[in-house]
């Protein structure tokens, strides 16, 4: 019913409350005025966020490109430099740490934007397995620990389960990735005091904790550093390095987990960042849990790997990598000669088995040497990043895999959690 105190109105309704011809004219025309500047408000907001879209990406690729030339400008212009006659040994030592950390600082980068379009496309799974968080969190505290106290600062970590507890059914490699981005960032962002990093169990869940005593986040930008192509301070004169997808990259992984993350964070007093994962203890479902999936720090003792590669640069680097742990490596440069070598050498323990090979790959070659051997242990070595890439892997045969380039500290945990070490 229309009311006559509408007085704009009330020449176009009767008595009863009705409304006329003319009087629903009105009200159309009304309710078209009114959703018309809806509509423009909305357009407006659109547009307003399309350009801070721009923006943002605008920012994000000058960031990019200048990540990306300034580690590529260190390792080319100091490996240019390195062909000099007259360095001293330790210019020569000085120059090859460069390189290093260069090339670290570019494959993180190259990690970051492959693992943003496997987000954003849609493509990334989750790989549940059998995992030791007790184990992830000792191997981060090992590989950031001389980081952390060549800067002056103390570093420590927390395990509030024991071991037997700590086994649970998640994607390991999620986890490693939460955690190590993380861990990095605090140390990134702090230049004294303390990094802390744990976890507690909290009824079904886990909740992990990262702890500074860094530069803080302000509190207007506690969910927007969770964003894509954001970061705390998203201008081209930055302080920090790093593309701004990492925390956007967590999130995501945090999410497919089926856990939440936030920051508790003050500008100049240091942040602590949260997440959780559900807490599934049953790890006798597992089907690719394995019998001493802990490792400790003790050598491990082959005696007989085959390296199965093609490139003579990775071979070179195997030799030295793995020829400490063996008494005997062998070689095959194709699947074919892998398989031949199998055959012929059934003292064989372990394979480290390139996927991308000429004449016969790494896929096929797993699938001949598993119909004569399925104790083999085969490891992949693989300079592919995608999901589906490791699951074909894991259903051709193969026990595990490690991706290029070869992190030899990681590559030693791998080799001890398949072989029982032998006591001399």
Sequence with gaps: MILAKHGHLSKYVNITGTVNKDGQ???????????????????????????ENDRLKSVFLANISHEIR???????????????????????QEFINIIEESGFRLLNIINDLVDFSKVESGQMKIASAATNINEQIHTIYTFFKYEVERKGMQFSYLNSLPDNEAIIITDREKIYAILTNLVKNAIKF??????????????????????????GIAKDKHKEIFKRFVQADNVLS????????????????????????????????GSVFYFTIPYDSEFE?????????????????????????????????????????????????NGVEAVEACMQNPDIEIVLMDISMPIMDGYEA???????????????????????????????????????????????????????????
């Design 190 to 215: 702090s230049n004294d005091g303390i990094v802390e990093f744990g976890y507690v169990k909290k009824g079904e869940n886990l909740e992990f904790f990262v702890k500074d005593t860094g530069i």
């Design 285 to 333: 479902k597992a089907d690719n849990l394995q019998d001493g999936y802990m490792v400790d720090e003790t050598t491990v003792k082959l005696r007989k790997i085959l390296v199965v590669e093609d490139n003579e640069v990775s071979i070179m680097l195997f030799a030295k990598l793995v020829g400490k742990y063996c008494d005997q490596i062998l070689y095959a440069r």
């Design 238 to 269: 930055r302080n920090y390095e790093g593309t701004g997808l990492g925390l956007a990259i967590t999130k995501a992984y945090v999410e497919l987990l089926g856990g939440d993350i936030w920051v508790e964070s003050e500008l100049g007093k």
């Design 25 to 51: 004219q009105c009200l159309i025309m009304m309710s078209d005025i009114t959703r018309s500047k809806h509509t423009e408000t909305d357009l407006l907001k659109a547009k307003e966020k399309a350009e």
């Design 366 to 424: 797993t699938r001949q040497i598993r119909k004569f051997n399925e104790e083999i242990i085969i490891i992949a070595q693989t300079a592919h990043a995608f999901e589906d890439e490791k699951e074909r892997i894991l259903a051709a045969g193969c026990n595990d895999y490690i991706s290029k380039p070869i992190d030899a500290y990681l590559l030693k945990m791998l080799l001890k959690r398949y072989l029982k070490e032998e006591k001399n």
């Design 70 to 92: 300034t580690p590529m400008n260190g390792i080319l212009g100091f490996a240019k430099l390195l062909k000099q006659s007259d360095l001293t040994y330790e210019e020569k």
